[in-house]
Antibody, heavy 118, light 107 residues
Framework: EVQLVESGGGLVQPGGSLRLSCAAS????????MHWVRQAPGKGLVWVAR????????TYADSVKGRFTISRDNAENTVYLQMNSLRDEDTAVYYC???????????WGQGTLVTVSS | DIQMTQSPSSLSASVGDRVTITCRAS??????SNWYQQKPGKAPKLLIY???NLQSGVPSRFSGSGSGTDFTLTISSLQPEDSATYYC?????????FGGGTKVEIK
């Protein structure tokens, strides 16, 4: 059974930084792309970033480009999202998901809440 | 960016009804359309990928169709546990984009 468990969310002030983690089990981790998708309170789903299996290719939404960095450690079966220069509008539940080829998100974690507020 | 326009934004139907949700892409995405179900306080769940492929473990009352710009999610016989919000997504090109969601309620 595939399990994805996010951690690292919390309350941070505008301009601050946070690093999210997503630990995977039950899957050959290095075979899959990984996505981060976020959902602001009461709003819809927004794709944030993705990374390929060996970590050599990354893509970002324009809204986070230059501020967020996605990375992975295949030895630890973990994908990360380093979030810098956080803004109020980054407040959301952040989900990680695995993806066979970088397209659809096959399995999702339970999400971790990031709140940016002074 | 490719816009995904879902309709309706909400609907109310009875158990056993056939329910159809549509999604229109702002340009052709071939068959690169996916559908997700999300229940309150829970993570999204993949239902359909690449327009018409049923994800493993998803009940066969769910089906998807379409290509190009127009896509459909159909629930053949609505069940109480299908009360949720449904999202379409295009995976043709980045940024991957989602529709605005369709909230399905049971009468």
């Amino acid at each position: 059974e595939v399990q994805l468990v996010e951690s690292g969310g919390g309350l941070v002030q505008p301009g601050g930084s946070l690093r999210l983690s997503c630990a995977a089990s039950g899957v050959t981790f290095s075979s899959f792309w990984m996505h981060w998708v976020r959902q602001a309170p009461g709003k819809g789903l927004v794709w944030v970033a993705r990374i390929n299996g060996d970590g050599t290719a990354t893509t970002y939404a324009d809204s986070v480009k230059g501020r967020f960095t996605i990375s992975r450690d295949n030895a630890e079966n973990t994908v990360y999202l380093q979030m810098n220069s956080l803004r109020d509008e980054d407040t959301a539940v952040y989900y990680c998901a695995n993806s066979p080829w970088g397209g659809y998100s096959q399995h999702w974690g339970q999400g971790t809440l990031v709140t940016v507020s002074s | 960016d490719i816009q995904m326009t879902q309709s309706p934004s909400s609907l109310s139907a009875s158990v056993g009804d056939r329910v159809t949700i549509t999604c229109r892409a702002s340009q052709s995405i071939n068959s690169n359309s996916n559908w997700y179900q999300q229940k309150p306080g829970k993570a999204p769940k993949l239902l359909i990928y690449t327009a018409s492929n049923l994800q493993s473990g998803v009940p066969s009352r769910f089906s998807g169709s379409g290509s190009g710009t127009d896509f459909t999610l159909t629930i053949s016989s609505l069940q109480p546990e299908d009360s949720a919000t449904y999202y379409c997504q295009q995976s043709y090109t980045t940024p991957l984009t989602f529709g605005g969601g369709t909230k399905v309620e049971i009468k």
